[in-house]
């Protein structure tokens, strides 16, 4: 049986289809941190010291980032994005997608290899009012115990399977799946994954800020 995708018979031989511009597209959709955070402090004329000052963290730690060494909390990353002088929606913007749909090959993702999670983008861009985040998380995984805020009024958080412990500021939730919260995104927040599988998250936010 011959692999990749079959559209139909040409004088009884078995045709590939051919290659989906879309699939090449999905190959330029990772964005890896670390490069990321290191391209834009090179195009500011930073060095790591500057930077690191700035965001409060050792210069050895943020070479580690850029290097992709070590993954930095989500609060870490904020006030890396903020010593560059970048909102963390900023930080992780891309060029806008054209259309209104996200094919599942093209999704804008991050991986943070030290945080066992990765965040897939279910919207184009951040033009609309609402944005969307499917999240995998793995056992001992989350968003590290730092709580963060972020610049949305309203932030929904539902999960579609396995089991999440969430703290918005002093209280402590246990999501299961099917389980929803709504709460203010600009209260301190943080998650981690406890149980033995994996979790999936969708986390939604308006306005965007991500």
Not at 107 to 112: E, F, H, L, S
Not at 113 to 139: C, H, Y
């Amino acid at each position: 049986m011959p692999e990749g995708p079959i559209i139909g018979f040409t004088e009884g031989i078995l045709q590939p289809a051919e290659a989906d511009p879309r699939e090449e597209r999905a190959l330029s959709t990772d964005l890896q941190l670390g490069p990321r955070i290191r391209t834009l402090r090179q195009a500011r004329r930073l060095t790591l010291r500057d930077v690191a000052v700035r965001a409060g963290v050792t210069e050895s730690f943020l070479s580690q980032v850029e290097r992709d060494v070590t993954s930095p909390s989500i609060a870490t990353v904020q006030r890396i994005a903020g010593a560059l002088d970048l909102s963390i929606a900023q930080l992780f913007a891309e060029d806008p997608s054209p259309g209104r749909v996200v094919r599942r090959e093209a999704r804008r993702r991050i991986a943070y290899p030290g945080l066992k999670a990765v965040d897939e983008f279910l919207t184009a861009n951040m033009a609309g009012r609402l944005q969307v985040i499917l999240s995998t998380i793995e056992p001992g995984g989350g968003t590290g115990e730092e709580p963060y805020t972020h610049d949305s009024d309203e932030e929904v958080v539902v999960v579609l399977a396995g089991t999440l412990d969430l703290w918005v500021a002093d209280e402590h939730y246990v999501l299961r799946e099917g389980d929803a919260i709504t709460f203010p995104s600009r209260l301190p927040h943080w998650n981690v994954n406890r149980g033995d599988g994996p979790v999936t998250v969708l986390f939604c936010v308006t306005p965007p800020s991500f």
